[in-house]
């Protein structure tokens, strides 16, 4: 990639786009394209269409998709298995009606299966059943995947998907309802300090064992493999560790100072008993990342003050 080449980040808005457009901006890039999803509606072929005919970027980051912890993936399955396909589908065919020289899809850990031998490899995909809670999701991304791979073989597009772990950072979504477990807690913890609650109730037991990794880094690494990783198939992409959430839990406690008890509600679902990536091959290409938990979190957290105040 030249600084000057258009490169567009679909999602730009969202924790992962904005770090990735942070990054580029800090390398130097200078004909960045974004569009917000009221100036731009990618479920929509006509519109998607449009834009890919009038701007012609040159890369293409697709960062963009409907996402949300385990009880909106629960709830909404048709709207995050239809808004997903529609965005992959109109993004990564009209990429290729228009000539992207290279094009990164980003999906996710949960497209392994629910019971795979851990840590996870690459090769794991598609050997057993998926999460039932967060399935539809699941599904969307792995077609994602997979299309990537048919438009290299057809006709020999430079689409390449990167599955990152679980992430956090800056921009994170912290819905009480609607959010993943780390924003969630913080949340939590943050509201019950401030309100001087004897105690915060976890969802679950607490055992299940969850890698975590800052958005920033992930950014550092999309950068990376743009600019080193020509192959099909698909590269995890994590820290390579990771920590129960009954730990996470008391992490985050200290770090914003809460005072009060933990209590796990477990009829509430676990998900997945461990997502673990295999990094080796990320690890191979020559990268790794660099922010550590504790870190990272309070970092999150300042931002997440940054949002409430």
């Not at 567009?8 to 800090?26: D, E, F, P, Q």
């Not at 980051?61 to 992959?88: C, M, S, W």
């Amino acid at each position: 990639m030249n600084k000057n080449d258009k490169i567009y980040i679909a999602g730009h808005r969202g924790m992962v786009g904005s770090a990735i457009l942070r990054k580029l901006h800090t390398e130097g890039f200078t004909n960045l394209l974004t569009r917000t999803s009221a100036e731009l509606d990618l479920r929509n072929q006509a519109q998607v269409t449009r834009f890919f005919e009038l701007e012609k970027p040159k890369y293409v980051f697709l960062a963009a998709a409907k996402v949300g912890g385990i009880i909106a993936n629960n709830t909404y399955r048709a709207d995050f298995l239809y808004e997903n396909l529609q965005i992959q589908n109109n993004v990564i065919h009209a990429s290729y009606l228009n000539g992207v020289n290279k094009l990164m899809f980003l999906g996710s850990s949960c497209i392994y299966p629910k019971l795979a031998s851990q840590p996870l490899k690459e090769d794991y995909l598609l050997t057993g059943l998926l999460e039932p809670t967060n399935e539809p999701y699941a599904i969307a991304k792995i077609a994602g995947i997979k299309m990537c791979d048919a438009y290299r073989s057809q006709y020999g597009c430079n689409y390449i998907s990167v599955m990152p772990t679980n992430l956090y950072g800056y921009n994170d979504n912290y819905h009480p309802e609607n959010s993943h477990v780390l924003p969630a807690l913080i949340r939590r913890f943050h509201e019950a300090k401030t309100q001087g609650a004897p105690h915060v109730t976890i969802w679950g037991t607490g055992s299940p064992m969850r890698e975590f990794l800052f958005a920033d880094d992930l950014a550092q690494a999309c950068y990376y493999l743009m600019l080193h990783y020509d192959s099909q198939g698909l590269v995890n992409i994590g820290t390579g560790t990771d920590i129960s959430i009954k730990d996470l839990a008391l992490l985050i406690k200290e770090i914003i100072q809460y005072q009060g008890e933990l209590k796990f509600d477990t009829s509430k679902p676990d998900g997945t008993p461990r997502k673990l990536m295999d990094i080796s091959k990320l690890s191979a290409l020559g990268w790794q990342a660099t922010t550590q938990l504790k870190d990272g979190i309070a970092l999150a957290y300042q931002d997440f003050l940054s949002k409430v105040q």
